[in-house]
């Protein structure tokens, strides 16, 4: 039976799973047309096991970027040999998890991890598939806090030292080297970036096929930006755009896989938070709308000044005014957005703060003693 939303106890999660799946199919739809793309789901985006459920259904593989996503991606049903797993910081036991469920490829990002994978596979008799996470030194133009790809990030192999690694990598016995992986940031709009990236990964081919080294996958990581200020125009990002820039500018040998890491764009826009009024309060120069939810359900705002479209879902008025909307959390930065234009808004109403499925729930936690957020989908609740 399918709850009205005022009768849920706020603070929760809205996820949209109709839209959900019209995004899956989006994305498959385009990839229909290059057999050698495959889309690893990043589950960091969003780990609610009701989402895994339906993405790992559609056909998705999945990125991790710890031992327990590769866990969580097991126990939801998506198969080991389409797991990868990226982190600079794999601990012994992360790396054993993904040994015993023999996935698909581990993304190395240093000397030493790529060592100790070698150590413990030899422990468990087996050979681990490896592709070195290369530092394109590729600029990403968004957040600086989400820029992944640059000479100064922490991530991945620097380019200088990419050929050293590939020998060694060749050298050890259960190391299996399969190829090179890419990540230059997140929220990326401007396709320029992933042009670049398609160049610089075609120059290192050159290189390394000059020293008689040809990998079989490439991976060029996730990143896919969404509309965070018309969510409602643009639901589903423009996977055609994103898919037909690697097919136009990288140079695929016929032999060759291409993989992706979509978190983002898969999940962004079919979440909301949703959330009430609990004081509009006045002061000399602000009118607060203090709401239930803070940046322990959605720290985005707070974590990297991200926006988020806010709208009322209950008032009838046809005036409008300014609210700087803010959570009840001890913390200035406990705002989700200044001087928003709202519809009068008054205690008890009821407002969604859109595009909140990407970074949202999986990023909440209990400071200040608070309950966990829960969640629910369009099967349980009707939003309107
Ligand atoms: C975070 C991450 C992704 C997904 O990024 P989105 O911007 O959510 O698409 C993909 N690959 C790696 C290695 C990541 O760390």
Known sequence: MNKNFRDIRTPFYYYDTALLQATLDA???????????????????????RLLQ???????????????????????????????????????????????????CFNVESIPELQVINELANKEGKVARVCLRINPDVEAHTHTHIITGM????????????????????????????????HIGSQITNMQDYVALCQRINEIQFMLNKQGIYPLVINVGGGLGIDYHAPEEHPIA????????????????????????????????CGSLITQVLYVK???????????????????????????????????????????????ICESSDVFDKD????????????????????????????????????????EVVLS
Request: charged share 20%.
């Open 238 to 269: 423009n996977f055609k755009a994103y898919f037909h820039v690697f097919e136009q500018h990288l140079h695929l040998r016929p032999e060759q896989s291409l993989h992706f890491e979509l978190g983002r764009s898969i999940v962004a826009q």
């Open 151 to 182: 000479a100064e990030n922490k991530f991945g192999i620097a380019l200088h030292d990419m050929m050293h690694v590939v020998e060694l990598a060749n050298e050890l016995p259960n190391i299996s080297f399969e190829g090179l992986h890419f």
């Open 54 to 104: 339906i993405i790992q259904q559609a056909g998705f593989g999945a990125d991790c970027v710890s031992g327990g996503e590769v866990q969580a991606a097991i126990d939801a049903g998506f198969p080991a040999d389409k797991v990868v797993y990226a982190g600079v910081g794999k601990s012994d036991r992360e790396i054993l998890t993904a040994l015993k469920h023999d996935i698909f």
């Open 27 to 49: 994305v498959r739809c385009e990839i229909s047309q290059y057999p050698d793309y495959h889309v690893h789901y990043a589950l960091k985006a969003n780990a609610n096991p």
């Open 340 to 379: 928003v234009l709202l519809p009068f808004t008054q205690r008890g109403d009821i407002l969604a703060i859109r595009s909140a499925g990407a970074y949202g729930e999986v990023m909440a936690s209990t400071y200040n003693c608070r309950t966990l957020v829960t969640s629910y989908t369009d099967k």
């Open 282 to 328: 006045q002061t000399a120069t602000k009118q607060f709308a203090i709401v239930d939810a803070g940046m322990t359900e959605l720290i985005r705002p707070a974590l990297y000044q991200a926006k988020h479209k806010i709208v009322n879902l209950t008032s009838r008025s046809d005036t409008q005014a300014k609210y700087d909307v803010v959570g009840p």
